[in-house]
């Protein structure tokens, strides 16, 4: 026990209040008794994602990521029948032809590259879901999404299609 006392002192030692200099005030702490500051990957929680540093290709947000934000969208899909998708195949192969500098939305492809290919035109521009927006995109918090949507179901229930 001896050892223990000599090696950390005892509660009577004045080692918990700063030295003073003669005139009374504290004298600074030595730079090696500073602890190094935390590197900066703590500071962040475990599972943060910088979105801003992830590439988006054609994608531009209207306005930025914030964390616990939803985005709303409210849209009305339409279904295109398989005679009008083969009219649509015919239509975009011409504009691939007059534009070739023209993009599939949210594809990141050529679409003069994506004519190429029949496959995989029908599976990456025409076998996705087509909608028409009725507004543009905002951001809403998480308890504002049940009111919401029964605010819109609330609405659109009297509409005809």
Known sequence: MDALMANYGSDSDDDNEPATVAGGAPEPQEASVLLPPPPLDLLQPPNFVDYSTIAQG??????????????????????????????????????????????????????????????????????????VSLGRTVGIQVHQIDSLVAMLRQKFQSQQR
Do not use: W
Request: net charge positive; glycine share 2%; aromatic share 10%.
């Open 58 to 131: 054609s994608r531009i947000r209207s306005f930025p990521h914030v964390e616990g934000n939803y985005a709303l969208h409210v849209y009305i899909p339409v279904v295109i029948p398989f005679n009008a998708r083969k009219q649509l195949t015919l239509v975009m192969r011409r504009a691939a032809s007059l534009v070739p500098d023209l993009y599939a939305v949210d594809a990141d492809y050529a679409l003069s590259e994506l004519c190429k290919d029949e496959q995989k035109l029908e599976k990456v521009l025409l076998g996705r879901e087509f909608h």
